[in-house]
């Protein structure tokens, strides 16, 4: 009768979380983020649930984009995956003029105080910022965050409205960021004189965000603008939120201005002014070759955030959908190892849409001549290997099913040993493989062991030096593809191409 009533007890309790949670949301993100517990999923919006009925891959003959209420229906399967925050790529209105792709892309903000109009569902009575903003509650209901994303510049249109809010060239013409030729740079003014104009603009996104409910905000580029502008902008949010999260994109490798006419401010600066967590540099994995460059810039992003008095976090940045899918890249292995280095190193995971069936993000209608077209654009522009931002475009997915088994796993595996990667001790093991890298996570007797082969084409046999190591030690398996072999203060291991293995001692404190 004992055993019943407490499981009774339990039930009541979990509904009455449940209720709380849909009626009274309480943002925690930022908490979360700099706990290394936020699991994040990039999403576009206008493809997150488009309804391709016919496969070609664009949108068309009255098929339905993606919206804010259709993308209702794709939360569960998130929540389900492990995913507790989502991402949603620009929900401003998109330039038409002098647009890359039919629909236009994303970050190519024709305005910063309204949503884009091409994410309002015919099909409901609700107005666009109503759907927006049950969106958001209906994440919140499933107890999953959302960030917004904050462009970093603004369309011709924009530009041809408000002039006096862009950077000038030499001859007074705007400047054209990089190779981005459908934005012209925001003027964020200087360190010692911010541009209020720009400042207010953004003011009045951070307050359309907070009204919808937005958990927190990823400033897109946020290098491009001064540190004193930030930490103003920052700081007014926090007034009315201090849960409110900031995430500038932003990394060490980063070290050069988008044009000769722009501000610039690295990212350590960026974290002085206030920003939680930046993008670090983990999308250099596919580039190196040994576990030593790996490990060393573990090591070296862990120093960086120990350098400040507030907690300060880094996002698992191995893809990003500034980066060709990693299927392209290296395979099957590649994003298996992606996905378990965000489970098991102390960072926030980070996937895009599409990442977690394998998607390669090969269009075939991709530079062909569209038949209908919403901008000046009369092309079906793309970037290759990387998820569609400039047309109405098929939602993203692939056929992998062991991707789609080992992602759910990973996300569950991390939220299990939280405590461990945020409070461990991370400590780089020797491995005798140029290829192969190693590094244990210790804290309470207990010791999490991550070894990876940085090979994808060749197998690599090497010896792991595991200090405390004995043979009769416990080892609980949780990726595994070859088996390890005990010894003496060592693992032996034969890792195929690109393998990754983590695995758990619960009886050792490696130190």
Request: aromatic share 12%; with cysteine; glycine share 6%.
């Amino acid at each position: 009768m004992k055993i019943l009533y407490r499981i009774c007890l339990i039930l009541v309790l979990i509904s009455m979380n449940t209720a709380f949670a849909a009626d009274a949301w309480m943002n925690d993100l930022r908490s979360l983020f700099l706990g290394n517990s936020a699991v994040i999923y990039e999403v576009n919006i206008r493809t997150f649930n488009a309804q391709d009925l016919n496969g070609n891959g664009i949108i068309d003959n009255n098929e339905e984009s993606g919206n804010f209420i259709n993308a209702v229906a794709r939360l569960d399967e998130l929540a389900s995956q492990g995913v507790n925050t989502i991402h949603v790529m620009p929900v401003t209105p998109v330039g038409k003029t002098k647009a890359l792709g039919t629909a236009g892309s994303l970050y190519a903000a024709a305005g910063f105080n309204s949503l884009n109009p091409q994410l309002q569902s015919s099909k409901s009575s609700l107005s666009l910022d109503e759907q927006a903003e049950k969106f958001v509650s209906e994440a919140h209901r499933r107890k999953i965050r959302v960030i917004f994303d904050l462009p970093q510049c603004g369309s011709y249109d924009l530009y041809m409205q408000r002039p006096e809010l862009f950077v000038k060239d030499a001859s007074g013409q705007p400047v054209v960021p990089s190779d981005w030729t459908d934005v012209r740079l925001l003027n964020a003014g200087t360190e010692t004189a911010i541009n209020r104009d720009v400042l207010n603009l953004y003011k009045e996104f951070v307050d359309m965000a907070m009204r919808f409910g937005a958990d927190g905000i990823r400033a897109d580029g946020a290098a491009g603008k001064p540190a004193a502008f930030w930490k103003e902008l920052i700081t007014y949010t926090r007034r009315q939120d201090p849960q409110f999260l900031w995430l500038a994109e932003a990394s060490e490798y980063w070290t050069k201005p988008v044009s000769e006419y722009a501000v610039f401010t690295p990212y350590d600066k960026l974290l002085g002014a206030g920003f939680d967590g930046y993008y670090g540099s983990y999308f250099n994995l596919k580039d190196w070759k040994t576990g030593k460059e790996f490990i060393d810039q573990i090591s070296a992003t862990r120093s960086v955030l120990k350098k400040y008095s507030e907690p300060k976090a880094v996002i698992g940045s191995f893809v990003t959908h500034d980066e060709l899918s990693p299927i392209l890249v290296n395979g099957q292995a590649f994003s298996e190892m992606i996905i378990w280095l965000n489970a098991a190193l102390p960072v926030n995971s980070y996937f895009p849409d599409g990442f977690s069936t394998g998607d390669n993000y090969l269009y075939l209608w991709a530079n062909k001549k569209a038949k209908k077209t919403c901008t000046d654009d009369e092309y079906y522009f793309a970037h290759r290997g990387k998820i569609d931002i400039f047309n109405f475009s098929r939602k993203p997915g692939g056929k992998n099913t062991a991707l789609s088994k080992e992602f759910p796993l990973a996300n569950v595996f991390k939220r299990n040993i939280a405590p461990l990667l945020t409070e461990g001790n991370f400590i780089p093991l020797k491995a005798s493989a140029p290829s192969v890298f190693a590094y244990a996570v210790s804290d309470k007797g207990q010791s999490l062991i991550v070894m990876g082969n940085l090979n994808f084409r060749t197998g690599a046999s090497a010896t792991v030096t595991v200090p405390k190591l004995t043979e009769n030690n416990l080892i609980v398996p949780i990726k595994l593809t070859t088996t390890p072999v005990p010894e003496k203060g060592r693992f032996k291991v034969d890792m195929a191409p690109g393998e990754i293995q983590v695995l758990m001692l619960p009886d050792v404190e490696v130190k």
